[in-house]
């Protein structure tokens, strides 16, 4: 047996051996239930009545987009885990390294034409925005 391991398990600890329990502080302070308006705090309407209306109505509708998207979710955790699984062979991974070259290969010209035709629309619209915004702050 090491000598650390006799220290650790065969001898009685010597500092928690003389010290005797103190009792914690109190980090908090306990009150009567006295009503919010006696200490002049009244709580504000938010509409929370209408906000728990809404939530009522909506509550089936969120539930059922749980129940339809839990299956999609696991088929999408089974599919990165068996990606994570394929990934560990070399032939796997030379694989997907030659399809992506190829989808890239496709999608350049795709994506210049796309950059081609929308670009100007783009900046058409940004500066019809700006000028906008400085003819209305020439304005005022």
Same mark, same amino acid.
């Given at each position: 047996?090491? +000598?650390?391991?006799?220290?650790? #398990? ?19 302070? !306990?009150?009567?239930?006295?009503? +919010? ?18 939530? #009522? #109505?909506? *509550?089936? #509708? ?28 070399? +032939? ?14 496709? +999608?350049?010209?795709v994506l210049g034409l796309a950059?081609? !035709? ?13 000028g906008g915004r400085a003819a209305? *702050?020439?304005?005022?």
């Open positions: 047996m090491t +000598a650390i391991r006799k220290i650790l #398990f065969e001898e009685e600890p010597v500092v928690a051996a003389n010290l005797a329990r103190a009792s914690a502080a109190k980090l908090y302070v !306990v009150t009567d239930n006295a009503p +919010a308006a006696a200490c002049g705090v009244t709580p504000e309407a938010t509409g929370s009545t209408l906000k728990n209306i809404a939530l #009522f #109505f909506v *509550a089936p #509708f969120i539930g059922l987009a749980y129940i339809v998207l839990l299956p999609l979710v696991g088929l999408g955790l089974m599919a990165v885990l068996a990606g994570r699984a394929a990934a560990k062979f070399a +032939a796997v991974r030379t694989a997907t390294r030659l399809l992506r070259n190829v989808v890239m290969l496709v +999608a350049a010209p950059y081609v !035709v929308l670009f100007p629309v783009i900046g058409l619209a940004t500066l019809a925005y700006w209305m *702050a020439h304005r005022a």
